[in-house]
């Protein structure tokens, strides 16, 4: 009797979140789901403890949850990228075929990781200098707009709301406002504080909570951010780029594709035009459903910060014929 034949491989678009991503109900998330990776939990604390910083395993391992620690960039970086790097790494890749990565601001510098561009330990020192940069230099924040109705469909008058307000607010004096992230149906808009306090009262309200300031953020992916790009210049070498083991898909929807990706192109992206320009998220999602058509999109952890966003973008696309939130939920539950 001949053996049976192994399953087949599901194709995967693999995602990695942003910082945002390790929230309250994520406490002990790398003790819970990845004792077992105590290489990898070893080789980041190093780096913090040299660094003189809170370990990533102490972060995890504590007992109560602050906002105003684990939202810093200087906390939350290197352990929401060590969370989503043990998630990569698990026995359950042997059940799918990763077709491509992507990833969600600090996504990118975890992409670069899962896709073999940087080592573990190059990947450690980019993802936590990065983080002491954009704590250590500060300036305005981020301030997010949902742009659909309750159906995840686009919602034209809200839309036209913000880009009337932000025209208006670009006009005074020392008032500062870019796109920063599109995220789904989200708009990040990125200011300076004063901008961003005329736009919090003027720009379109609710649903609930929303317009929200997004705590501890500064005005990433904006001309703002010019110092942190000109101080992390000098942060790695081009040299240590390698050439991804994988397809990855960059914050403007650009395609590295292995064996073609030069390595300057790739370091001169990461740690110059992808700190100081809008990260389109929603292009990068896009592309990754088109070029690949994967069976799958697979977001790492922790957290499911990104779910609704890519629910978005899939009903967008119309992504196997899903059309709206409803689509979207009854087709996650039947998979």
């Known amino acids: 009797m001949s053996d049976p034949m192994p399953a087949a491989r599901k194709s995967a678009l693999v995602v990695c979140p942003g910082r945002g ?166 708009s990040v808009m990125a200011g300076t504080s004063a901008a961003l306090d005329f736009l919090q009262r003027e720009g379109p309200q609710g649903p609930g909570r929303f317009p929200m300031r997004l705590e501890n953020h500064g005005a990433y992916h904006s001309p703002l951010m010019q110092r942190v790009r000109d101080a992390a210049s000098d942060l790695l070498s081009p040299n240590r780029f390698r050439s991804p083991s994988v397809p990855l898909i960059d914050g403007r929807g650009c395609i590295w594709r292995p064996g073609a990706a030069p390595r300057k192109a790739l370091w001169a992206y990461t740690l110059g035009a992808q700190i100081v320009e809008p990260y389109d998220f929603s292009a990068a999602i896009r592309v990754g459903l088109r070029e690949f058509a994967p069976e799958c999109v697979i977001v790492l952890g922790p957290g499911d910060s990104l779910g609704g966003a890519i629910g978005q973008i899939l009903c967008e696309t119309g992504w196997l014929g899903i059309d709206s939130k409803t689509d979207s939920t009854t087709l996650q539950e039947r998979r």
């Open 21 to 186: 991503a390790y929230t309250r109900s994520e406490l002990g998330y790398l003790l819970r789901n990845h004792a077992g990776e105590r290489d990898l939990i070893q080789r980041v604390d190093a780096w913090r403890a040299q660094a003189g910083q809170r370990t990533v395993s102490e972060l995890d391992g504590a007992k109560r949850y602050s906002l105003a620690t684990y939202s810093r960039g200087d906390n939350a970086s290197l352990l929401t990228f060590a969370c989503s790097l043990a998630d990569f790494r698990s026995p359950d890749r042997d059940a799918i075929k990763v077709v491509a990565v992507t990833g969600n601001s600090l996504g990118w510098y975890t992409s670069l990781a899962c896709g073999g561009v940087l080592g573990i330990d190059d990947a450690t020192n980019l993802v936590n200098t990065m983080g002491n940069l954009t704590h250590r230099h500060r300036v305005g924040g981020q301030l997010v707009f949902p742009l659909t109705d309750e159906e995840w469909r686009p919602d034209a008058v809200r839309r036209g709301a913000l880009d009337a307000a932000v025209g208006a607010i670009r006009q005074r004096p020392g008032c500062e406002l870019y796109p920063s992230v599109m995220l789904g149906g989200i």
